[in-house]
């Protein structure tokens, strides 16, 4: 009998913006019957060590992951997000970094919880820590607790009104730059994959450039399978990735109860990520 075999190499745990712990993450995957899950934290590791532990008594293999942001300007000023697998998840300049990248994330935060305070949203930074069960807060967190305060009806109409990129609330990180954060991840063993290219406001000749440049910084793959794509932004991004000579990832982007609409493994229901992928990306 032959038994197609899925996984996820996209991710989201409490130690970033998810809901899942890594053991309820791994769990649900191992439930979902993929074979290979990655948990990638944004800027962060911590979780790698319990996600494998959990692998090894689920029995599902986990790779150690990150998703880091990076800023990017050619031609489009925007964020972008690099993806690692595969990382030594225990290499120090890897968590030294990452550690500074958390603390401007902190900077960052006290700076933007006083924004929205001064815009008449009152919110203190420890109850926004409160709210993410932890001193690493993301934005998701502010929606939240925006929604919660009763400023906003809608997580939604928090980041359309006040906090995405842009607007009043929004206060920007001070970034990396993407040769920093490839850099990272191959120095701790792991390949570096391009996340989800249609979300920079980029066409595709201005993904396959920046992909293209990216490459010679040592970017090896990008996700050709996410669970936003529309099967012509599948085929598009399939073709710059077969062009280029670029590995093909796939993830759903799970974050748990924070992007309910999202399901691990099968994203908004119809993602499927074979499991040859894994093997063509394995270092
Ligand atoms: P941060 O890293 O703190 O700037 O927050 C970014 C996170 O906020 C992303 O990883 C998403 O999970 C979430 N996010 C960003 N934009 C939106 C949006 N328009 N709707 C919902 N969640 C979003
Ligand atoms: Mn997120
Ligand atoms: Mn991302
Ligand atoms: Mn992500």
Redo the contacts with the bound molecule.
């Keep these: 009998m032959i038994t197609d075999k899925y996984i996820d190499l996209h991710t989201h745990s409490t130690f970033s ?1 998810g809901t899942y712990t890594p053991t309820q993450l791994v769990k649900a995957a191992k439930d979902a019957n993929l074979s290979a899950v990655a948990l990638t934290d ?1 800027d962060c590791v911590d979780g790698v060590g319990e996600a494998l532990e959990a692998g090894k008594s689920f029995g599902i293999e986990v790779i150690p992951g990150i998703e880091l ?1 990076a800023y990017y300007n050619n031609p489009v000023e925007t964020e972008i997000h690099i993806v690692g697998l595969f990382l030594d998840y225990t290499n120090e300049p890897l968590l030294k970094k990452t550690k500074e990248i958390m603390e401007e ?1 902190t900077n960052r935060n006290i700076k933007m919880t006083a924004r929205l305070t001064e815009l008449g949203f009152p919110m203190t930074y420890d109850e926004l820590c409160a709210e993410a069960g932890r001193d690493s ?4 967190h502010y ?1 939240n607790l925006m929604v919660k305060k009763g400023y906003t009806k809608t ?2 109409e928090a ?2 009104k006040y906090i ?1 990129h842009g607007m009043a609330g929004f206060v920007p ?1 001070v970034l990396p730059t993407p040769k920093e954060c490839i850099d990272l991840i191959t120095h701790s063993g792991g390949v570096a994959v391009l996340a989800h290219p249609t979300l920079y406001g980029m066409n595709y000749n201005q993904i396959r450039l920046m992909a293209k440049e990216l490459m010679l910084l040592g970017l090896t793959g990008i996700e050709v399978k996410y669970s936003t794509y529309k099967p012509e932004q599948e085929r598009e991004i399939t073709r710059i990735a077969t062009e280029l000579g670029l590995k093909s990832s796939g993830g759903s982007d799970f ?1 748990g109860l ?2 309910p609409e999202i399901s691990i493994g099968t994203g908004r229901g119809r993602l499927c990520i074979p499991h040859y992928f894994l093997q063509g990306l394995r270092p």
């Design positions: 913006d944004h942001a994330r807060c993301s934005r998701t929606a997580k939604k980041f359309q995405s990180r974050h924070n992007k």
